[in-house]
């Protein structure tokens, strides 16, 4: 059975959000090595949020019930935004209120 790909609103923020991590993170490395691990984290990050089983529905990754990574990737990926989480604020204001305003409804959602 072949998983259809998530290509809606919601997941597209949630790639561009995900990408602006990525890359406020990657831009303190000036080194190769970096480069081919961004590619690498960049790769996966998005074949994970194509393939979301919650699709439209997806809660941020802090809140989801779901730990859908590898080990590796989700313990690189955590490192990735303590860094670049209260950054976003500077380099992207709009895009982390967002991100912050649909984790905090997620969160309200749940409890009621």
């Not at 090595?33 to 990050?45: G, L, P, Q, R, S």
């Not at 990574?69 to 590796?72: E, G, I, L, T, V």
């Given at each position: 059975?072949?998983?259809e790909?998530?290509?809606?609103p919601?997941?597209?923020?949630e790639?561009?959000t995900?990408q ?12 190769e ?13 998005m074949?994970r949020?194509?393939?979301?089983r919650?699709g ?8 989801c019930?779901?730990?859908c990574?590898?080990?590796?990737y ?16 500077i ?12 984790e905090f409804?997620y969160?309200?959602k749940r409890?009621?």
């Open positions: 059975m072949v998983k790909i998530n290509n809606g919601k997941i597209s923020f790639r561009k995900v602006a991590m990525i890359d406020i993170y990657y831009k303190q490395f000036d080194d090595a970096h480069d081919i691990e961004k590619v690498d984290v960049e790769t996966y990050a074949t949020l194509s393939y979301c919650f439209e529905d997806k809660p941020t990754c802090k809140v019930p779901v730990h990574y590898k080990k590796s989700k313990e690189k990926m955590q490192q990735i935004m303590r860094y670049a989480g209260p950054r976003m604020m380099y992207h204001p709009v895009m982390s209120l967002e991100h912050f305003f649909k409804r969160n309200n409890t009621k």
